[in-house]
């Protein structure tokens, strides 16, 4: 007993001296002693830190760092404010340090009973009217970091507009990049601990010994002596996380296809500053490069984007959003967008030799991306609802199309979509290739000649399936080598295709067009498969009110109309309602 109390104190200290570190390896150090830890200390110091309060006070300092920057941003902001900006910017990478170590459950833990000698747990936070926020100590930290993830997805959108304009000056899109990315690492690393709780809690509902029976696991509860009464509470705890869950992988993802954009047009204003000549006006006025640690972190932070969206569209893995959830992701976008930010540093590199050894550092984050993107094209060609349009968006770019778009005039929706990812898949398996990452390129380049093989949607699928399993399984030894629909083995395929972009590679996949190109149309989802009933959250996207110490403090109050919806203030409803309109009388007819 007498060693508990060290091993606690020491844990505990670097897990909140995480905000005092600056240096990567002193964080990589506690982080270090964290994973150290066996289930039981970890449970110990997760309920510790749960009486602590630690969740609500990193709910605070992310809104405090939010609404700083807000204010630094604004004309006339005077040096004070801009400095305690700076200093709080180091909060958000802080607070995703914390969510990766997994110690913040997203979940509350199931009621245990008095018998078991436990300490009762804290209620959810509520503010002093009586609002509640759903979930465990992580949930008020991931509800704030989606918040501020919406607000600049719209924010970069706007910026990027235009990217014409943008080229010229690039400054405020370049300034971007880094909070942008700190903000997405937030969003991504609470969807992946919120999934995981839910999965563990579905998982434990539906055993024959019911919720919690384990004893351990991120649940942490027994689960004894439950009542009716408690099961209720519970199951509002699952409907909130599951909400959120879908709010924060749409954020995330939209807020992931933006910042790739931003950064690609960025590259490009940089390589347009680079060749222009002395005198040739505004665009030789721009900066030459982006900074390596800006480059860096767009790339990890698109990483756990396109990973998290992978995992939600493997039903065996996840299934706990909808189909109509999954596409209100906007999935064909961010992988129109992410090869942008994957050519990055290999656009930097070779048009400034400087920039090689930075290139070699970064090669880990372009890898990561590169397979995160192969894995998510795969995740999605497997799923039978949508693999045609998959099938389609992959099919080759036809030349002589011009600017009238890869698809050919036609009445049919899937013509439309033909090609819409042939080019950017292609730079990205370009791209991996010259890092060395054969693999990856090989099962997108495998895929993309399946898609154009005149397949039906069956036997697309099931070559997918095929690619997925041998681009997951490493090593399948024992477990035999998966075989295509037309007998062709999938692991020869990967190679082979590999082996033929090698041997044919072309420079015009790394075309500087590519960073500025158009997004592809958004798909159309149902409003209902928008709505948040039980969730806390202003549903303005353009909302800044980060003034209150929580989400929930702010009480923010359901539409009218729907109840599906929930604003801060009458100000946010109004800026919100051109686009609520045309979906609060459906939000309505779905709920009712």
Same mark, same amino acid.
């Given at each position: 007993m007498a060693s508990k109390p060290s091993t606690f104190h020491t844990v505990l200290r670097a897990t909140l001296d995480f905000r005092f570190y600056s240096e990567p390896s002193k964080e990589a150090m506690a982080v270090a002693r964290l994973e150290l830890m066996g289930t039981a200390e970890r449970e110990e110091l997760s309920s510790r830190l749960v009486r602590a309060g630690l969740g609500p006070s990193l709910d605070r300092a992310l809104r405090l760092a939010f609404t700083a920057a807000d204010r630094a941003s604004e004309p006339g902001a005077g040096a004070d404010v801009k400095a305690l900006?700076?200093?709080?910017?180091?909060?958000? @990478?802080?607070?995703?340090?914390?969510?990766?170590?997994?110690?913040?459950?997203?979940?509350?833990?199931?009621?245990?009973? +008095?018998?078991?000698?436990?300490? %009762?747990?804290?209620?959810?936070e509520s503010d002093s009217a009586g609002s509640k926020q759903p979930g465990g100590e992580g949930f008020g930290v991931l509800v704030t970091a989606v918040k501020r993830a919406r607000v600049l997805g719209v924010l970069l959108e706007g910026l990027?507009?235009? +990217?014409?304009?943008?080229?010229?000056?690039?400054?405020?899109? +370049?300034?971007?990049?880094?909070?942008?990315?700190?903000v997405l690492m937030c969003v991504g690393w609470g969807v992946n601990r919120l999934r995981d709780q839910l999965r563990e809690r579905?998982?434990?509902?539906?055993?024959?010994?019911?919720?919690?029976?384990?004893?351990?696991?991120?649940?942490?509860s027994s689960g004894r002596g439950r009542t009716g009464v408690e099961a209720a509470p519970v199951a509002e705890d699952l409907t909130a996380g599951r909400e959120?869950?879908?709010?924060?992988?749409?954020?995330?993802?939209?807020?992931?296809?933006?910042? =790739?954009?931003?950064?690609?047009?960025?590259?490009?204003?940089?390589?347009?500053?680079?060749? =222009?000549? @002395?005198?040739?006006?505004?665009?030789?006025?721009?900066?030459?490069?982006?900074p390596a640690s800006a480059v860096r972190e767009v790339l990890y932070s698109l990483n756990y984007a396109v990973r998290e969206l992978a995992t939600s569209c493997i039903p065996e893995v996840c299934g706990l959003l909808s189909l109509e959830q999954l596409l209100a992701c906007q999935p064909h976008r961010l992988l129109a967008a992410a090869p942008a930010a994957l050519m990055c540093p290999l656009m930097e590199a070779s048009a400034d030799p400087s920039r090689l050894a930075q290139l070699r550092t970064d090669q880990e984050a372009i890898v990561k991306l590169a397979?995160?993107?192969?894995?998510?094209?795969?995740?999605?060609?497997?799923?039978?609802?949508?693999?045609?349009?998959? *099938?389609?968006?992959?099919?080759?770019?036809?030349?002589?199309?011009?600017?009238?778009? %890869?698809?050919?005039?036609?009445?049919?929706?899937? =013509?439309?979509?033909r090609g819409l990812l042939w080019r950017p898949l292609r730079a990205a398996a370009s791209s991996a290739l010259a890092l060395g990452d054969a693999r990856s390129a090989g099962v997108i380049m495998a895929l993309l000649r399946v898609a154009d093989g005149g397949a039906v949607d069956s036997d697309f699928r099931a070559a997918a399936a095929g690619l997925?399993?041998?681009?997951?399984?490493?090593? *399948?030894?024992?477990?035999?080598?998966?075989?295509?629909?037309?007998?062709?083995?999938?692991? $020869?395929?990967?190679?082979?295709?590999?082996?033929?972009?090698?041997?044919?590679?072309?420079?015009?996949?790394?075309?500087?067009?590519?960073?500025?190109?158009?997004?592809?149309?958004?798909?159309?989802?149902? @409003?209902?498969?928008?709505?948040?009933?039980?969730?806390?959250?202003?549903?303005? %996207?353009?909302?800044?009110?980060?003034?209150?110490?929580s989400e929930a403090a702010l009480n923010p *109050? @359901?539409?009218?109309?729907?109840?599906?919806? $929930?604003?801060?203030? $009458?100000?946010?409803?109004?800026?919100?309602?051109?686009?609520?309109?045309?979906?609060?009388?459906?939000?309505?007819a779905a709920g009712s």
């Amino acid at each position: 007993m007498a060693s508990k109390p060290s091993t606690f104190h020491t844990v505990l200290r670097a897990t909140l001296d995480f905000r005092f570190y600056s240096e990567p390896s002193k964080e990589a150090m506690a982080v270090a002693r964290l994973e150290l830890m066996g289930t039981a200390e970890r449970e110990e110091l997760s309920s510790r830190l749960v009486r602590a309060g630690l969740g609500p006070s990193l709910d605070r300092a992310l809104r405090l760092a939010f609404t700083a920057a807000d204010r630094a941003s604004e004309p006339g902001a005077g040096a004070d404010v801009k400095a305690l900006a700076a200093d709080l910017a180091l909060v958000p @990478p802080r607070v995703n340090t914390i969510l990766q170590s997994g110690l913040q459950m997203m979940l509350q833990p199931l009621p245990r009973s +008095a018998a078991a000698g436990d300490s %009762p747990q804290p209620p959810a936070e509520s503010d002093s009217a009586g609002s509640k926020q759903p979930g465990g100590e992580g949930f008020g930290v991931l509800v704030t970091a989606v918040k501020r993830a919406r607000v600049l997805g719209v924010l970069l959108e706007g910026l990027t507009a235009d +990217a014409a304009q943008v080229l010229q000056v690039p400054g405020t899109l +370049a300034a971007l990049l880094e909070p942008a990315s700190s903000v997405l690492m937030c969003v991504g690393w609470g969807v992946n601990r919120l999934r995981d709780q839910l999965r563990e809690r579905q998982e434990g509902a539906a055993s024959p010994a019911g919720p919690g029976s384990g004893g351990g696991g991120s649940g942490g509860s027994s689960g004894r002596g439950r009542t009716g009464v408690e099961a209720a509470p519970v199951a509002e705890d699952l409907t909130a996380g599951r909400e959120l869950l879908a709010v924060a992988l749409r954020s995330a993802c939209v807020l992931a296809t933006q910042l =790739a954009r931003a950064a690609g047009i960025c590259v490009a204003s940089c390589l347009a500053v680079r060749t =222009a000549a @002395p005198g040739n006006g505004s665009a030789s006025t721009g900066p030459r490069s982006l900074p390596a640690s800006a480059v860096r972190e767009v790339l990890y932070s698109l990483n756990y984007a396109v990973r998290e969206l992978a995992t939600s569209c493997i039903p065996e893995v996840c299934g706990l959003l909808s189909l109509e959830q999954l596409l209100a992701c906007q999935p064909h976008r961010l992988l129109a967008a992410a090869p942008a930010a994957l050519m990055c540093p290999l656009m930097e590199a070779s048009a400034d030799p400087s920039r090689l050894a930075q290139l070699r550092t970064d090669q880990e984050a372009i890898v990561k991306l590169a397979s995160g993107i192969s894995g998510a094209v795969v995740a999605l060609a497997t799923m039978e609802e949508v693999s045609g349009s998959v *099938r389609a968006w992959l099919q080759v770019l036809e030349e002589g199309l011009g600017d009238e778009g %890869p698809a050919k005039e036609a009445e049919d929706g899937e =013509a439309q979509e033909r090609g819409l990812l042939w080019r950017p898949l292609r730079a990205a398996a370009s791209s991996a290739l010259a890092l060395g990452d054969a693999r990856s390129a090989g099962v997108i380049m495998a895929l993309l000649r399946v898609a154009d093989g005149g397949a039906v949607d069956s036997d697309f699928r099931a070559a997918a399936a095929g690619l997925r399993a041998t681009f997951l399984d490493a090593d *399948r030894a024992g477990l035999g080598q998966p075989v295509l629909p037309d007998g062709t083995n999938a692991e $020869r395929l990967i190679e082979q295709e590999a082996r033929r972009l090698s041997s044919g590679l072309q420079g015009d996949f790394f075309a500087a067009e590519l960073f500025v190109a158009a997004l592809p149309p958004e798909v159309c989802v149902p @409003p209902a498969a928008l709505a948040v009933r039980r969730l806390r959250i202003c549903g303005n %996207p353009r909302c800044t009110n980060f003034g209150a110490a929580s989400e929930a403090a702010l009480n923010p *109050r @359901p539409c009218a109309g729907c109840k599906a919806v $929930r604003y801060c203030n $009458r100000d946010c409803q109004r800026e919100a309602w051109p686009e609520h309109r045309s979906a609060c009388a459906e939000l309505k007819a779905a709920g009712s």
